[in-house]
């Protein structure tokens, strides 16, 4: 890690630290932890759990801390990072799909030791190194005008008010997470999805920006509230904002505006008592104006891209895409065989079924453009072997 001053942050901050970065159990398409998140209207199955925790064990193994891994996880993976030079961190197994294992194991641990993802309604608050409340309120969509002015209007409309208004506009569900829960309403013909899209959910609608970039900048707050910047990167997004994957640019500043405006942002989330990573999601319209579209507090894709860049940029590039895909394999060193013949570095990846994993992958470029190409080469490689098969 390049950044010195970053890199004793971190390891002051997680010494004799717990990662534990499973998503949410799941009950009827809702989670069961305090408060409901809707990440996405089915839910998540266990393929797309065990890849999502997996992504942050490099997280772990570079900042000290000890990392909650998945039984089901393939070791493959681990070994492949080993390969690259990565540390071993103190690892702490639990099976993913018996929340009394991980409950008893994360409930037994130190006061404030642990870093979650996301709130967990059955685990104590007092193991918790942010209050679980903190977390929440943090990362709920609709309160973002309580940190900053840099954000779209909001307002609350009843479903037959939306279905009166004049299209462009955004409807967002109170919480979520990249992109789910977001649905952007560029026609008259889309107001009738509405319906189904909400679900009953809590939701706002908020003003469409028309953007000529989509930034994402990340942060790190530390134990003793000191900010530091850690990366940042060109989102890529749906029509209809759904959250595809992120260009991580290792070998560009942001302009100073934009980062006046995340330091700003995250200076107000470090006074309420919050220590840990800080995404923000950031559009810029045609005037060069800011807004502040979505709150990620916590780790994201990106951070583990920005903390290896120096085992990643000599291998891959200082323009570094990170993605999502599922790809049949017989085995999960084919998988990991597979994207490095592409091209590509494995990130992490589940345990397959029936042959099918889920895995999230980095390719790289000479710049944006390239990166992101040569991740969508793959991705239609993979889709004409599956056709093929």
């Not at 630290?17 to 009827?28: I, M, Q, R, S, V």
């Not at 004049?166 to 977001?182: E, H, M, R, W, Y």
């Not at 104006?289 to 291998?315: S, W």
Request: aromatic share 10%; with cysteine; glycine share 8%.
């Amino acid at each position: 890690m390049k950044n010195i001053k970053l890199e004793k942050a971190l390891k002051e901050t997680f010494n004799s630290a717990y990662f534990f970065t499973k998503y949410p159990e799941l009950k009827n398409n809702k989670d069961t932890g305090n408060p409901v998140f809707p990440f996405v209207e089915n839910g998540y199955d266990s393929q797309t759990i065990v890849s999502e925790t997996m992504r942050f064990f490099p997280v772990a193994a570079l900042t000290g801390g000890s990392f909650f891994m998945p039984s089901q996880a393939p070791i493959e993976q681990v070994e492949s990072w080993l390969d690259l030079g990565l540390p071993i961190p103190d690892v702490q197994i639990y099976d993913n799909d018996d929340p009394q294992d991980y409950t008893k194991k994360v409930n037994a641990l130190a006061s404030k030791s642990l870093h979650l993802l996301h709130p967990f309604s059955n685990f104590s608050s007092e193991v918790c190194a942010v209050n679980p409340q903190l977390l929440l309120e943090l990362n709920t969509k609709s309160s973002l005008p309580n940190l900053t002015e840099h954000t779209p209007k909001k307002k609350k409309a009843t479903l037959q008010e939306m279905l009166a208004m004049q299209p462009p506009f955004v409807v967002k569900k109170t919480t979520g997470s990249s992109g789910d829960g977001v649905k952007i309403i560029k026609r008259p013909s889309q107001l009738s999805e509405l319906e189904s899209f909400l679900n009953g959910s809590e939701f706002f609608v908020e003003d469409y920006i028309d953007y000529v970039h989509n930034h994402s900048l990340q942060f790190f707050v530390d134990s003793k509230g000191e900010i530091h910047y850690i990366g940042y990167g060109e989102q890529n997004t749906t029509e209809e904002g759904e959250y595809l994957g992120l260009v991580c640019m290792l070998n560009k500043t942001p302009a100073k505006g934009l980062l006046n405006v995340g330091e700003k942002t995250c200076a107000e989330i470090a006074a309420r008592g919050y220590k840990g990573f800080v995404g923000l999601d950031i559009l810029e319209d045609d005037e060069g104006k800011y807004h502040i579209i979505d709150p990620n507090i916590r780790c994201t894709a990106a951070t583990p891209v920005y903390l290896l860049q120096e085992i990643l940029v000599p291998i891959l590039s200082a323009y570094i895409y990170v993605g999502s895909g599922k790809m049949q394999a017989e085995n999960p060193s084919k998988v990991i065989e597979n994207i490095k013949n592409a091209g590509g570095v494995m990130l992490s990846m589940s345990h397959g079924i029936h042959g099918q994993y889920k895995f999230f992958g980095m390719f790289g470029g000479s710049d944006c453009k390239e990166a992101l190409q040569n991740w969508q080469i793959f991705q239609q490689q993979l889709k004409t072997e599956n056709e093929i098969k």
